[in-house]
């Protein structure tokens, strides 16, 4: 009864009562959990594949009103109709999520907090793309960004975040990740990663952008492109019933294309009510391999690509990671959260506009 374009998730009924089939070790009772892909889910209870008891099929377009007529064509609202089933469908998922994985999947409301703080965190380097200039300092940077998120009534989290003594991470060419700012004067040629994660109204969101500063070489121009386009490959992977493998194997599928390569050591992860939530999103992988996205999930995709190697050094100070060939390294980073039917990034900012707007300063081309 299953086709392909449906996938399922064994969720142990609170309830209690057991059906007498588990894919555990241990015996749960099993309510079933099937997300037909173009946002139907379908609740049913089956005992080794074989469908009994009461299905349940509702079409679950997440944008229909609690009051709209129910989109499963019953001439009934919605309210009265399907949506205590994809209610249902989703609490029962959570419990999953969290016992199996750890992973906090988040509801509407969270996801809005989620969006705003990411709207801060866009808006962030948007302001700071306008003050990117030969000559500056990342100390200037971080003064910058710390005082514009603030200012928002929000909090910088990597300032104090496991010692982290700075309000922003600010990576210059050979620096791959979480560059401490401070007294490195920016030059002509070079390119700089900056990240910011606000904390609004509790809700973290984590993005990051590479900007040129001046015209860029070949190499840098490579790279930064390189860089946004395995994020935007790996965010086109994202829908309920793809998993986590698919995401790190479009990334690396493209990077090694270019004979760039992809740095293992760091990853996405999930984010929302923390800086760092499980589970990981690695940026290599294989199809069809790892956890199931479902709707709910929030999590950053943030592929660090270099120019040469993928291996890194990490400085005395315990922060900064360098490529250990010393090659250029970019990295884009957004926040996105999967929906009933694809994806949302929660901190849009355009990852198609020409790549020379990517150099820093007033007067972008
Ligand atoms: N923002 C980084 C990330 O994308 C983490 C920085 S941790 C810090 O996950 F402490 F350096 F801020
Ligand atoms: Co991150
Ligand atoms: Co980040």
Request: charged share 20%; proline share 6%; aromatic share 8%.
């Amino acid at each position: 009864m299953f086709t392909e374009r449906q996938w399922v998730i064994d969720i142990p009924n609170p309830a209690g009562e057991c059906i007498g089939f588990s894919d555990y070790k241990t015996c749960f009772s099993i309510a079933q959990i099937v997300i037909l892909f173009g946002s139907c889910y379908k609740i049913s209870r089956r005992r080794s594949g074989a469908s009994f008891g009461r299905n349940i099929m509702t079409s679950v377009n997440g944008k229909t009103g609690r009051n709209d007529f129910c989109p499963c064509g019953s001439g009934r609202k919605y309210k009265t109709c399907c949506l205590p089933a994809k209610d249902r469908a989703f609490y029962l998922m959570k419990q999953q999520y969290l016992r199996q994985y750890r992973i906090r999947l988040k509801d509407p409301k969270d996801v809005e907090g989620i969006r705003s703080a990411g709207s801060l965190a866009v808006a962030s380097l948007d302001y700071i793309a306008h003050h990117l200039a030969p000559e500056i300092t990342t100390e200037y940077i971080n003064s910058l960004i710390h005082d514009f998120i603030t200012s928002q009534g929000a909090t910088p989290a990597p300032l104090n975040y496991m010692g982290f003594p700075k309000s922003a991470c600010t990576s210059v060419n050979e620096v791959v990740c979480h560059g401490i700012p401070g007294k490195r004067v920016l030059r002509e040629g070079d390119i700089i990663n900056v990240d910011v994660t606000p904390i609004l109204n509790g809700y973290y969101a984590d993005a990051n952008k590479t900007f040129f500063i001046g015209s860029p070489g070949v190499d840098a121009e490579k790279i930064v492109s390189a860089a946004r386009e395995c994020l935007k490959r790996g965010i086109a992977m994202v829908k309920p019933g793809n998993t986590v493998g698919d995401i790190g194997w479009a990334i690396q599928e493209y990077a090694e294309s270019l004979k760039c390569s992809v740095v293992r050591e760091y990853t996405g992860h999930g984010v929302g009510y923390a800086f760092h939530e499980p589970p990981e999103i690695p940026h290599i992988g294989q199809r069809d391999t790892g956890i199931v996205l479902v709707p709910g999930m929030v999590f950053t995709i943030e592929p660090m690509i270099n120019l040469g190697g993928p291996d890194l050094r990490l400085l005395d100070d315990n922060w900064t990671v360098l490529t250990v060939d010393r090659s250029l390294s970019a990295q884009f980073e957004q926040t996105v959260v999967v929906t009933d039917d694809g994806v949302e990034t929660l901190t849009p900012y355009n990852l198609e506009e020409p790549l020379l707007s990517l150099i820093g300063g007033p007067a972008t081309p």
